[in-house]
């Protein structure tokens, strides 16, 4: 019984064909090939756990850096668990409690002690939000996320205060090409919009819109954001980790100098060999 429903649920999620993120166990089929389902669990990134997405994950800024996870109490934030994209939860009905009063998780399969939800509407990868608030607190950032009525394809919180009017254009945002230190996307808007990436936020990260240099905001406290008008537009990120550069330049820059300084070596030695001899 166990093994047909868990034959169901991977069939049932081959089926739905929406990428997101799952909480829970995945059966077996899932767990040595997530990416031919597009989905991954919504503690795996890379190998490690982000610090601000662990802080969203669990609702509050101060946890242990050295062994933060992510576990149920994300399950019970409407805010939180669509910002973190999950689509399917693997838990047991007494786990879902919570979870299907933060959203409307429908029942897919049950098998064992554990029952598969998934909720229809979760969030995609990269959606256009038309309004934004600026919140430099981290705390009251993420208690904004966790107030009832907050609704992430409407309003992206930021670090800062936006430049944007209060209310903004509307449109889609597709991605074009994806690899793990770039990503481009068509994005169609209507007016001034914020172009919104659930990945994970790094200074790292810099990105041009239609060819020019364009600031990537931190965007609901652990993930992307860039400002658009009106229009569409080109958008590409790219990961570039700001001391590897800086230490390219510093080496590249001591290269130089030091072959500059055996020509120089050079030239005078040469200098010296060809000049009258003295007696």
Known sequence: ?????????????????????????????????PATFG?????????FIPLRYAQL??????????THS????????AGRARLARLRYAFITPMQAIGLRRARPFETVVGFGDT????????????????????IPDPAAR??????????????VILEQAPTLPAGGGTGTAEVLTNSPNRLEIEALTSGDSWLVVLDQWHPGWHAT??????????????????????????????????PLFAGAAITALT??????????????????????IRR
């Open 1 to 33: 019984e166990r093994e047909t429903g868990a034959n169901y649920a991977v069939r049932a999620i081959a089926a739905d064909g929406v990428q997101g993120r799952v909480f829970g166990t995945l059966p077996p089929l899932v767990l040595s090939r």
């Open 39 to 47: 989905l991954f669990g919504v503690d795996s990134w890379n190998t």
């Open 57 to 66: 994950a669990a609702g509050k800024v101060d946890i242990d850096p050295k």
């Open 70 to 77: 992510v576990d149920t109490a994300i399950l019970a934030s």
């Open 115 to 134: 029952m598969l939800y998934r909720d229809p509407g979760s969030l995609p990868r990269v959606f256009i939000a038309p309004r934004a608030a600026g």
């Open 142 to 155: 993420l208690a904004q996320i966790d107030a009832p009525g907050f609704d992430p394809l409407q309003d």
């Open 209 to 242: 819109v239609d060819g020019r240099p364009a600031e990537v905001l931190v965007a609901d406290h652990a993930f992307r954001a860039v400002r658009l008008g009106g229009g569409r537009h080109r958008v590409v990120m790219t990961y570039h980790p700001t």
């Open 255 to 276: 290269l130089l100098c030091a072959a500059a300084t055996l020509v120089i070596l050079k030239r005078r030695e040469r200098a010296a060999l060809s000049g009258p």
